[in-house]
Structures are given as structure tokens and as C-alpha cells.
């Protein structure tokens, strides 16, 4: 078992939480969580661009002029590639960029990923983040006692309508429910400000039992 500290949301240590090595104790498998990052980016492409060759660009069925003696290039329809309003070369069409990953997969990158976090000193362990009211100066007050001032990854469970209030305005933040972290957010992310409530339920979802 791994020992974790907790902090309030002043900074101040408050206790501690055992964590299970399945989860958070694992080697850092580059190749995989890059692979399982790469097709995290591709799945969000949406392939929908698309743009019309020659043969479906309207008009230009008939040959312009003859073929010979006008002292002009030879040209066989105005919807060409190089004539104004012509089709484009190698036209853009929809497309999946979709790629496939098992659970298995994407699994181990989380946990391999949470580790890496977790042995670099990144991840660090709230009781909770309730806020009185829903403003953004309230959660920036709790960023600046931990001395937070670049991207950081806030790990939640359930709905927080005051704190997603709060940090809509803050764009180094990126607020996330337990059940939907996912490898790509860890990584891109400087620190993870992680719930003790959203800990257990990671421990949960990720560990031995499930």
C-alpha cells in the first residue's frame, strides 16, 4: 500500500489515505500510453471536411475554345483544377480517423499514467472541494495555497454545479468526473488535484477487484 497525504483547502495536512500499488504503483509504460493518447486525439477528429473535384463541380462540360489556332493553351472544360470556381486536385472527402483501443489498453495507460504522476510529486490529495459560493476567486484562492499556476487536472465525483461555475473561467483548469479521467488529460496536465472521494472511487474502478 501506497500512503498519500490529504490536505484541506487551505493546504494544511490533515491526514493521510492508503492507496492499493495495482493502481498507483506501476511502471511507466511510455509506448502505451502514447499509443492510447494518439487515438484518444484521433477519435475527437471529425473527418467532415470535403471539397468537390472536377468531375462534380457544376458546369464546364463544354470545351472553352478549339483546340487549335486561337494562340491560347489548349483547354478541355472551365472546371479544370487552375480556372476560378474549378475543382480542387485531390479533394478532401469524409473520413473516419476513429482507432480502436481494448479496455485492457486503456486501463493499464490510465495506471500507468496515475503512477508516473504520483511518483513525480504531481498528484496531490484534497478532502474536498466544496465552495460556499459558485466563484471563480474562490477556487483561484484554493490554485494559489497550493501553488498551483499551470495546467492543472481537478478530479471530482458526481455533479459540482458551484465548482464547474468556478472554474469555467479559468483556463489552465480542466475539470473532470472520476468516472471519465481519461490518459490524455492526465498527461497533458502539470498536477492532478484529486478528491479524497474521487481517489477511493478511482481505487475502485481501476483496482485488482475490478
Given at each position: 500500500m501506497?500512503?498519500?497525504?490529504?490536505?484541506?483547502?487551505?493546504?494544511?495536512e490533515?491526514?493521510?489515505?492508503?492507496?492499493?500499488?495495482?493502481?498507483?504503483?506501476?511502471?511507466?509504460?511510455?509506448?502505451?500510453?502514447?499509443q492510447?493518447?494518439?487515438?484518444?486525439?484521433?477519435?475527437?477528429?471529425?473527418?467532415?471536411?470535403?471539397?468537390?473535384?472536377?468531375t462534380?463541380?457544376?458546369g464546364?462540360?463544354?470545351?472553352p475554345w478549339?483546340?487549335?489556332g486561337?494562340?491560347q493553351?489548349r483547354?478541355?472544360s472551365t472546371?479544370a483544377?487552375?480556372?476560378?470556381?474549378?475543382?480542387v486536385?485531390f479533394?478532401?472527402?469524409?473520413?473516419?480517423?476513429?482507432?480502436?483501443?481494448?479496455?485492457?489498453?486503456?486501463r493499464e495507460?490510465?495506471?500507468?499514467?496515475l503512477?508516473?504522476?504520483?511518483?513525480?510529486?504531481?498528484?496531490?490529495?484534497v478532502?474536498?472541494?466544496?465552495?460556499a459560493?459558485?466563484k471563480?476567486?474562490?477556487?483561484?484562492?484554493?490554485?494559489?495555497?497550493f501553488?498551483?499556476?499551470?495546467?492543472?487536472?481537478v478530479?471530482?465525483?458526481g455533479?459540482n454545479?458551484?465548482?464547474?461555475?468556478?472554474?469555467?473561467n479559468?483556463?489552465?483548469?480542466?475539470?473532470?468526473?472520476?468516472?471519465?479521467?481519461?490518459?490524455y488529460?492526465?498527461v497533458?496536465n502539470?498536477?492532478?488535484?484529486?478528491?479524497?472521494?474521487?481517489i477511493?472511487?478511482i481505487?475502485?474502478?481501476?483496482?485488482?477487484e475490478a
Open positions: 501506497i500512503s498519500l497525504k490529504v490536505y484541506d483547502k487551505t493546504a494544511k490533515i491526514g493521510s489515505i492508503e492507496v492499493s500499488e495495482s493502481v498507483f504503483g506501476n511502471e511507466y509504460n511510455e509506448a502505451l500510453i502514447h492510447v493518447v494518439v487515438a484518444q486525439l484521433a477519435n475527437r477528429r471529425q473527418g467532415t471536411k470535403s471539397a468537390l473535384t472536377r462534380e463541380v457544376r464546364g462540360g463544354r470545351k478549339r483546340q487549335k486561337t494562340g493553351a483547354q478541355g472546371r483544377p487552375q480556372w476560378i470556381k474549378g475543382g486536385v479533394a478532401p472527402k469524409p473520413r473516419d480517423f476513429s482507432q480502436k483501443v481494448n479496455k485492457t489498453m486503456r495507460a490510465i495506471k500507468s499514467a503512477s508516473e504522476k504520483l511518483a513525480c510529486g504531481e498528484i496531490i490529495v478532502d474536498n472541494l466544496e465552495l459560493a459558485a471563480t476567486k474562490e477556487f483561484v484562492a484554493i490554485l494559489n495555497a501553488g498551483l499556476d499551470n495546467r492543472t487536472l478530479v471530482t465525483t455533479e454545479v458551484a465548482l464547474q461555475r468556478a472554474t469555467n479559468i483556463p489552465t483548469v480542466t475539470l473532470q468526473d472520476s468516472a471519465l479521467i481519461n490518459v488529460d492526465i497533458v502539470h498536477k492532478c488535484l484529486i478528491t479524497k472521494a474521487a477511493e472511487a481505487e475502485k474502478a481501476y483496482g485488482e
